[in-house]
């Protein structure tokens, strides 16, 4: 019997012995009788057309499978519908999926796959960012344009792309089951998304498609969208040969073909008066590669986020989703919210040294604070504790002290502060009119199974759930079930995405288990519950106005560091991090994901390098793309304000992203500290620094 | 085709095969052991890691002619061991798993570490730890784990 | 159809090398990534291959009045607790990818590949490296400096088999290594120094210095170690620009997916500088 006092006191996480005993099974380890294997023929230039394509002689058992199988849409089902399941013979990125050859042994299709010959009309690639597909903006107050006499500071910044880099890869199997249902089990994030876009492309009934989620190592986002275009693949493979069909990408195929963090360009501008800012403009452009996705919801969220933690009453907001032949980005972990905090925190910085005020003093001067209007003239309806959560971490962090000293001293030392939020659910309207999320707790004697599509990607959805059920129908966790979600048992309770889960999820779960709770002496039942949105909600996603979100988890980073002056590599030293996520429903499952949440967000501030050349990824393995090791990590010191939220189950807001939406600003600001120059771009490599140091000059 | 002969998880295992392919491979496919994991293929990440004589190695990168004669432990033959008891315990102790893809191999080096140097610092945890990649943790609870499993060793290591 | 020999002893080895066309595999760490297909596929070599780190006599590390004898075929990990090896290269080997690989990898097999970002090969310069070759019917020493002639090219005939790293005792009154990489740990140098001097009297009476992944090859030049070995040690401190100007022409770094030529010629010689700053004695 697990007493549980407090909801936030930690238990051990339910799947960790079969995790470190080597037993839990990823879907590579997933072996099937009669097994099949894939290999994907991607196309070898980055934009024309297929003139022709010749195929060898396939032997027997071995098959190509292309858009001629499709029997649905062509089209992989996501927000903006613009990525083909397999291309016809439009060709608008490098390695853009042609065909699948499917047989039983891997060196035969490796040979056939190298003797396929295609012929390419070659045309012109775009990389420039010219070609706005989704344009937006918005205003609040008097907007930016009757304050143009002021005095205007204007700064322009940059970030890059950011690979996930789950350590498991992506992959699949699909298997036939009878009477032409194709079941598909893979390391996903939402097996909705996925079993929507496969009975589309397979032009099927609802009752035809199952999906299964295996054990998932790792996703931040990555295993959001991109595997819909996996599984399309897959089954219509698996619906044409109907064999079970194993497709797991290796390292490098993963990485120069799935969804990157979109890279940004992002101008702002204050006008000052009186050494303050009254009037804020925005504009940002992302980079959505050549296919659109999800890319307008990346860019909302970002534009959502263009005041930062700050209230200024009047601004213009403006963004562009820009097409180019490039591979085609997604999802990650802040879904742009990370590229315009890095921005504007700089920006708040920038311009407090231009106008010579003390940028602490000035930021804390205009931190929203309760009642206040959002950048969307929704409203701020929960405390804000973010001055408390400031005093903590200049307390614990002696940050004061040092960043006057690190100004000071030639040393190169430097410490540097972030202050962020993180919108959580999804953007807009998003959860009433799209999702409708569903769960069903089914009681049988004494034993509930918890019935949600939400995934345990390693943020412990899985013990949290168990958790939450078992406290509020005290009882033992023991008798909570929570298997991997099969869309066969579970009703739609939307995407594994957005800090969503706990919050609005979890919110769903504990309704229906304080339902289960009153009618506990009924032998064997089900109740199911869907989303019902606080009526106080509002949002018109047309005009970017109201309530973007339900809640708002906020969050303080402090980084201190020591940068080389020989090589200009930057020495990571400690973190200090204060977060409100309203509550923990694991303090040690919250704590984990401060961590690498952090750690993601100081990789991408500090050491993570991608780029493209010519339509190319550079980097296309963990040798060249850099992620921190263990010794590269800095210790870590977080503290967690309770802030109960009143939808949210014990009063949990989201956790997922809020950790990654700061570390780059504050490593980036630490840096700018330690050497005494302003910073535009991240990643702020040793090489970036040098050129500051010479001044641009090389 | 060639006779190998080795030591696996403590039994001698006789076969015949082609000497031309990685350890990971011939764990994975002709023994089922799944507990290594195909990361990166490039020795890079650290998820394939078994060890050899007692010795962290990355399978993926080990060819199976240079494990003839040798011994190999998988994480599913340590986790037999009394040692792994205190490790696991350590790991669930202080948060050490996520996702769980890095874990064996986490847990591989761990052991490799403890066994040459039973009382590391947290700099020599940190160069034990330097080759497996975690993308969840941060590693903190990681290192965290290590030390906690070294301070319960008592005598086993 | 690839076939692979697995000697049983080091003679049995060199007949295969001169009766065959194969590629010689040490640890592996290197040549399987490099000739990898895909998962569950065989190793994708495209000749031959004999697997030699199992052979006895290429695993021993012993010294005489000279030399330190270093078996091509000792792990890099062995070699870090041997104390007979000299400090430097000891200290070089531990910046060296991951306790993984450094348990499998060796020196022979980092020299066969005579990548120009090798790092044990800046530091195996500096300490003026030996080789042992050996063939069937032949024994012969070459410097590391004369076997490595380009990017991944070196003076091996077909036949032919590293045998032994070779290094001459020598005493320093300070060794250094410095590796630039782009992570702390587990990457491939974006540059390298390696440096090593003695002071007798104030007077530098011996001096070497080489950088790697500046170059095709490791660069070093004794022509200007010739010129500081007799300078006091005071005259050098204000010297160190124009020495620092004498290597300028030798730093000849490229662009790649990992940095840029700037960056690497500007570190390098920032090194440099810092080095001959702070000569002790």
């Keep these: ?698 | 085709m060639a006779k190998i002969s080795f030591v696996l998880n403590g039994k001698t295992v006789e076969f015949e095969s082609d000497l031309n392919r990685r350890l990971l491979d011939v764990l994975r496919d002709d023994f089922n052991l799944t507990g290594p994991k195909e990361g990166c293929g490039e020795g890079e990440c650290g998820a394939c890691a078994v060890l050899m004589n007692h010795e962290i190695v990355n399978s993926c990168c080990t060819p199976l002619a240079n494990v003839i004669g040798k011994s190999i432990t998988t994480i599913e033959g340590f986790a037999s061991t009394k040692r792994y008891v205190v490790i696991k315990d350590a790991f669930a102790k202080t948060g050490g798993v996520q996702c769980g893809f890095c874990t064996p191999g986490m847990i591989i080096a761990t052991e490799s570490l403890l066994n040459k140097n039973p009382h590391p610092t947290e700099y020599e945890i940190k160069i034990g730890l330097s080759g497996n990649l975690c993308r969840c943790t941060g590693y903190n609870l990681i290192v965290e784990a290590v030390k906690e499993a070294a301070k319960n060793g008592e005598g086993l290591w | ?281």
């Design chain 3, 1 to 281: 159809m690839v076939n692979a020999f697995v000697p049983k002893n080091l003679n049995h080895c060199l007949e295969i090398l001169n009766d065959q066309n194969v590629r010689i595999v040490a640890g592996g760490t290197d040549i399987l990534i490099q000739n990898r297909s895909h998962t569950s596929m065989l190793i994708g070599f495209k000749s031959d291959v004999v697997y030699i780190a199992n052979l006895e006599e290429l695993n021993k590390i012993y010294e005489d009045d000279e030399f330190i004898y270093i078996g091509s075929c000792v792990s890099l990990e062995k070699i870090i607790e041997e104390t007979k090896v000299p400090k430097l290269l000891r200290d070089t080997i531990l910046e060296m990818a991951s306790p993984a690989i450094r348990h499998t990898g060796t020196l022979g097999g980092n020299i066969g590949n005579a990548s120009p970002a090798g790092d044990s090969l800046v530091s195996l310069y500096v300490l003026d490296c030996e080789l042992e070759i050996k063939s069937y019917n032949n024994t012969r020493r070459v410097m590391l400096i004369d076997f490595i002639q380009g990017v991944r090219k070196i003076n091996l005939e077909r036949n032919e088999l590293i045998t032994k790293i070779i290094l001459p005792k020598a005493e320093f009154t300070n060794s250094y290594f410095k590796k630039v990489g782009p992570r702390l740990t587990d990457a491939i140098s974006k540059l390298s120094f390696s440096g090593a001097y003695k002071v007798n009297k104030k007077v530098i009476t011996d001096i070497r210095i080489a950088f790697g992944a500046v170059s095709k090859t490791i660069v070093r030049s004794k022509e200007i170690e010739n010129r500081i070995i007799g300078l006091k040690i005071k005259d050098i401190a204000g010297m160190v620009n124009e020495i620092v100007s004498w290597y300028e022409p030798l730093i000849k770094p490229i662009d790649d997916q990992r940095s840029n030529k700037e960056y690497r010629k500007e570190v390098a010689l920032n090194l440099l500088r810092d080095f001959l700053r702070n000569l002790e004695g």
């Design chain 1, 1 to 698: 019997m697990i007493f549980l006092k407090d909801i936030s006191t930690p238990i051990n996480k339910v799947d960790n012995d079969e995790k470190m005993s080597g037993k839990a099974k990823y879907v590579a380890d997933i072996k099937m009788e009669g097994m099949l294997y894939a290999f994907t023929v991607r196309s070898s230039i980055v934009k024309g057309r297929i003139v022709s394509i010749t195929y060898p002689k396939i032997p027997d058992g071995y098959f190509v499978v292309d858009h001629r199988d499709i029997l649905g849409k062509n089209i992989v089902k996501v927000i903006y519908e613009d990525m083909p399941v397999f291309t016809k013979n439009e060709i608008t990125y490098l390695y853009e999926p042609i065909s699948l050859l499917v047989g039983p042994d891997k060196e035969v299709l490796s040979t056939l796959v190298n003797q396929i010959e295609i012929i390419y009309e070659e045309e012109e690639p775009v990389f420039d960012w010219v070609d706005s597909v989704i344009h937006y903006h918005f205003e609040k107050g008097k907007g930016f344009e009757v304050f143009s006499d002021k005095e205007i500071i204007e700064y322009t910044y940059e970030t890059s792309y950011q690979e996930q880099a789950y350590i498991e890869p992506q992959g699949f199997i699909g298997y036939p089951e009878k009477d032409g249902k194709v079941t598909l089990v893979g390391s996903i994030q939402c097996p909705y998304y996925v079993k929507n876009a496969v009975i589309q492309a397979l032009g099927v009934r609802d009752d035809q498609v199952r999906v299964i989620q295996a054990m998932v190592g790792g996703a931040f986002g990555g295993k959001e969208e991109f595997p819909s275009l996996l599984a399309c693949q897959l089954a219509v493979a698996v619906q044409k040969i109907k064999k079970p069909i194993k497709i797991i990408y290796e390292r490098e195929e993963d990485m120069l073909v799935t969804t990157k963090r979109h890279p940004s360009r992002i101008t702002l501008k204050a006008a000052i008066e009186n050494k303050k800012i009254i009037a804020l403009s925005a504009n940002a452009g992302i980079d959505a590669g050549a296919n659109i996705g999800l890319s307008g919801v990346v860019l909302a969220r970002a534009l959502l986020a263009s005041t930062g933690a700050y209230t200024i009453d009047n601004i213009a907001v403006s963004g562009d989703v820009f097409k180019t032949n490039t591979v085609p980005n997604g999802a990650f972990r802040g879904f742009g919210a990370p590229q315009m905090f890095f921005a504007i925190e700089m920006f708040i910085e920038h311009v407090a040294k231009k106008i010579g005020v003390d940028s602490l003093d000035f930021r804390r001067s205009i931190l929203a604070k309760q009642n206040d209007l959002t950048s969307t003239k929704g409203i701020f309806r929960d405390p804000i504790l973010m001055p408390e959560m400031i005093d903590k971490a200049l307390e614990v962090s002696d940050y004061l002290r040092k960043k006057d000293e690190y100004s000071k001293s030639k040393d190169f030392k430097g410490i540097g502060l972030s202050l962020f939020f993180h919108g959580c659910g999804f953007t807009g309207s998003g959860e009433k009119n799209v999702i409708k999320a569903k769960v069903r707790l089914k009681k049988e004697l004494d034993q509930v199974y918890i019935l949600i599509a939400a995934v345990d990607m390693g943020q412990g959805v899985k013990t949290s759930f168990r958790k939450l059920v078992a406290h509020i129908l005290d009882i033992d966790i023991e008798q909570v079930i929570f298997n991997n979600p099969d869309t066969d048992f579970v009703p739609d309770s939307g995407p594994t995405v957005a800090s969503r889960t706990m919050m609005i999820v979890g919110g769903i779960v504990a309704r229906a288990a304080k339902e289960v709770k009153e009618r506990w002496n009924e032998a064997s039942f089900v109740v199911e519950k869907q989303y019902e949105q606080p009526e106080y909600i509002e949002y018109d996603e047309a005009t970017f106005t109201g309530d973007a979100y339900p809640a708002y988890s906020w969050g303080v980073n402090i980084v201190e560091v020591e940068v080389d002056k020989l090589s200009y590599q930057v020495h990571i030293k400690k973190s200090w991090s204060v977060y409100d996520v309203g509550k923990a429903i694991d303090e040690r499952i919250v704590i984990g994901q401060a961590d690498g949440g952090l750690a993601q967000g100081l990789g991408y501030g500090y050491l993570e390098v991608m780029n493209h050349k010519n339509g190319k990824i550079l980097q296309k393995n963990m040798t060249d793309y850099i992620i921190p090791t263990a010794m590269d990590m800095c210790p870590m010191e977080t503290y967690l304000f309770d802030n109960p939220y009143a939808y949210g189950p014990y009063g949990a807001k989201g956790v997922g992203e809020l950790s990654l939406i700061g570390g780059a600003p504050a490593v980036a600001k630490a840096i700018e500290n330690a050497i005494n120059k302003n910073v535009y771009k991240i990643p702020v490599t040793p090489e970036y620094i040098m050129e500051l140091m010479n001044d641009g000059e090389n």
